[in-house]
Every structure is written in C-alpha cells, then in structure tokens.
C-alpha cells in the first residue's frame, strides 16, 4: 500500500535571506513551527526535514524533528525532495507531500482537500493574490476551466489593462500557487529525468519543468493563504501576525 510521506525542503543558504529557516520566530527556529504545524496532519506515515547543511540537522535533532541530509547542489525543492525520498527507499506510488520549510503559518487542514486519486500526478494548491500581487517572490498562476495549471510566472498574470480588454465587465482574479504540492514518487524521478527547461531557466520556477514537457498538474484551490517568508521583512510580518494570534 502506497504511503504518503511529508518533505520539508529546508536550505539554509538562501540567496535572499540566508539561513531563514532557523530565524527565531517568538523563541523557536522557523523551521520549528513549520514542521510542527505539518505534523498536526495525521495522514502521513512519516514526516522528515530534508536540508543541505549540518547546521540545519543539529537544531532539528535538538527538537527531535527527523532531519535527512541532502545535496548542497539542489536549486530547487523538488530535486531536494526527489533525493529525500531516494533516501528513505520510497516506493513508486508513494505519495510525496512536500511543504516548504519557509511557511511557519501553514494550516495544516489544508491537505484535508487532497483527493485521494490513484493517478495523481502532480497537484499544487493555489489561492487569490492580494497585497503580495505585484511581489515576485509570490509565484502566481494561470489555471484553466478544469482546473490545470497553464502557467506559472513572477510576474502578477494575466495581463490585464483597459485598451485590450474585450469584456469591460470581467471580474480580475489573480491567483498564486503556494509552496505546497502532492506529487507521486514516480513523478519526482520523471522531473529528475527531465532537466531544466527553458522557462524554469528563465522565471526560477521549477514547476514550469512540467508544463513544458505536456506534465499535467492539477491546481486545489483553498482560501487558506500562506505566508512564505523569503525576505527579513516578511519575517517582522509574520512574527506581527503571529502576536496578535497569541
């Protein structure tokens, strides 16, 4: 029977904020709340951090969270988490959950609208974009009328000024994905295979490997937003935020 495994992607040297997911959040390392949060889910089977660097393993060993430790040449959460279910012998049609360490405010019932489809393939969850709709660290989304992704960008899509608008009545939407995703092993290994697209080169999108190769990814939506943290700004927002729940 397949198992559902959760990864949480954790790179300590981030370009834009380097060693984010240690930074103390009201007294805990981020990566503390992360896992935390995930782990309040209770349909894994095993719950793992995947980082590059020792630093990383030894506050997640001083909290007991199960940590793996992965390549340092990764780029990308999907590579780490391809390695990370290598690591732990994964079979082909287990369920990889993959949760970046970056999002201390996960809602973890979020994953409660997984379908639990055989043939998943891809599946990536997705809300509306409000303040963060011009911000290029949110990765925003073009979903079609069946629920597939179409495309994914940096920039706030679709493109929508008044001098080539046909319907001036059309309500704008703007969506982003979030840095959750369901993906089979087998999945993994195929995006291992594929190798970096043309558009993944260019927007730093990793999922773009996918489209571009005809991969069908699925879009769940949610009014759940979670906010990723990749700059020390984000970091004061979310600790604010995190007060005023207290």
Aim: aromatic share 10%; net charge negative.
């Amino acid at each position: 029977m397949a198992k559902t495994i959760g990864i949480i992607p954790a790179r300590y040297g981030s370009s834009r904020f380097p060693g984010k997911v240690l930074c103390d959040l009201l007294g805990k390392p981020m990566i503390w709340h992360t896992y935390h949060s995930a782990n309040k889910w209770k349909q894994f089977d095993e719950l793992y951090v995947a980082t590059e660097d020792e630093i990383v393993k030894k506050v997640c060993n001083s909290y007991y969270i199960p940590c793996l430790m992965t390549s340092d040449k990764h780029i990308d959460c999907l590579d780490r988490a391809y390695e990370a279910m290598e690591i732990i012998g994964s079979e082909i049609n287990d369920i990889c959950v993959i949760i970046q360490g970056d999002e201390p405010l996960f809602d973890y019932t979020i994953l409660n609208e997984l379908e639990q489809d055989s043939n998943i393939y891809i599946r990536n969850f997705y809300t509306e974009a409000k303040e963060d709709i011009d911000d290029p660290n949110a990765v925003k989304v073009i979903v079609s009328k069946y629920g597939n992704a179409m495309y994914f960008s940096r920039y706030s899509v679709p493109f929508r000024e008044e001098r080539t608008r046909r319907n001036k009545e059309c309500e704008v939407k703007v969506y982003k994905q979030l840095g959750i995703y369901a993906i089979r092993y087998h999945a993994l290994i195929d995006y291992n295979k594929l190798g970096m697209s043309y558009l993944e080169s260019l927007e730093g999108i990793g999922l773009l490997r996918y489209l571009e190769n005809d991969r069908l990814i699925k879009m769940v939506y949610t009014d759940k937003d979670s906010i990723s943290v990749d700059t020390p700004k984000d970091r004061d927002r979310i600790i604010k935020i995190m007060e005023n729940r207290k």
